[in-house]
């Protein structure tokens, strides 16, 4: 991904503003059947006020099965422990997480809408995360639905995080039921394209 935005700051000071880091999602479709590739980007965020924020992820981005083929209705997950969000700063955060819509980055009317009940279908598909089993939150997976102008998204981690904190998490994604099928084999119906989605971590002094 050649570029990526990378910051939202709201609130009437800036010592209660929000940052938020981007991972980008970007998911290559092969006729016949669809393959998946992974983006990159910056991931490093600072907000520098009365407070100061700082966090950051890594790694930068993630192929499902290494990148290779993805096929529809199908899910791919990492596990627990393949990223990590870093706190810095100087003050104690609150976090959440986000998605979005996947839209064809050669055809913006063919689109993968986000799934807000963990139920994939035609044209949606589904985000979800786990955290460590080790910080004792059990190995449920967890909806990632889409920010709003009342929400940021889903709690990312239940109590506030502070400078020098890190926690482990794995994503999992659920590819959407195929567009058409033909010889009992599902198929998306736009190919040699890219899909383009990204998952918002945000912070927000606690």
């Known amino acids: 991904m050649k570029q990526m935005k990378l910051t939202l700051l709201r609130g009437k000071e800036i010592k209660i503003g929000i940052v938020s880091i981007l991972l980008a999602i970007v998911l290559v479709l092969i006729p016949y059947p669809p393959a998946l590739a992974q983006g990159s980007g910056t991931i490093t965020i600072t907000m520098t006020g009365a407070y100061e924020i700082s966090i950051t992820v890594s790694p930068a981005s993630w192929g499902p099965v290494g990148g290779a083929t993805v096929k529809p209705n199908t899910p791919y997950e990492t596990d627990s422990t393949w990223f990590t969000l870093a706190i810095g700063g100087n003050c104690g955060v609150n976090t959440f997480v986000a998605g979005e819509d996947a839209v064809c980055a050669e055809d913006s009317t063919y689109k993968w809408a986000l799934s807000s009940d963990r139920n994939n279908g035609k044209g949606i598909y589904v985000l979800l995360f786990k955290l460590d089993e080790a910080y004792g939150y059990g190995p449920e997976y967890i909806l990632i639905p889409k920010a709003s102008d009342e929400s940021l998204g889903e709690v990312f981690y239940p109590t506030s995080l502070g400078p ?42 606690a």
């Open 164 to 205: 020098g904190d890190s926690k482990k998490f794995g994503l999992k994604l659920l590819t959407p039921e195929p567009d058409f099928t033909k010889d009992g084999t599902g198929y998306f119906s736009v190919g040699d394209a890219t899909m383009q989605t990204q998952i918002t971590i945000s912070a927000v002094t």
